[in-house]
């Protein structure tokens, strides 16, 4: 069983950039691909990007191509979202999970329910 920490959210002005970390327990981290994802408020959660097993493979929604980056360090554990040029849009908060290893970890979902071991969340705020 992995356990996920996420921080690293904050309130900045538009056009700010935040890096968001996902640090995790237990074992076997390295094996599992991981997704971000984001939930605004009186919204639904939604996907924002995902990263292979070995990073070799990333996937990102429309909105987060271009502005977004996600990369992991196996040997610390730890996944990450860079994010650049933010938008008031992108105000939310900010989750990590795992996909489900019943999918392979060479192979990238998006579904919320294709993703457990959801990490409590970081508020990310950006003002106009």
């Known amino acids: 069983q992995v356990q996920l920490v996420e921080s690293g959210g904050g309130l900045v002005q538009a056009g700010a950039s935040l890096r968001l970390s996902c640090a995790a327990s237990?074992?076997?981290?390295?094996?599992?691909?991981l997704g971000w994802f984001r939930q605004a408020p009186g919204l639904e959660r939604e996907f924002v990007a995902a990263?292979?097993?070995?990073?070799?493979?990333?996937y990102y929604t429309d909105s987060a191509k271009g502005r977004f980056t996600i990369s992991r360090d196996n040997a610390k554990n730890t996944m990450y979202l860079h994010m650049s040029n933010l938008k008031p849009e992108d105000t939310a908060v900010y989750y990590c999970?795992?996909?489900?290893?019943?999918?392979?970890?060479?192979?990238?979902?998006?579904?919320?329910?294709?993703?457990?071991?959801w990490g409590q969340g970081t508020q990310v705020t950006v003002s106009s």
């Open positions: 999970a795992v996909q489900d290893p019943k999918f392979w970890s060479g192979t990238l979902r998006q579904a919320v329910q294709d993703f457990g071991s």
């Open positions: 237990g074992r076997a981290f390295s094996m599992y691909a």
């Open positions: 990263i292979t097993w070995n990073g070799d493979i990333t």
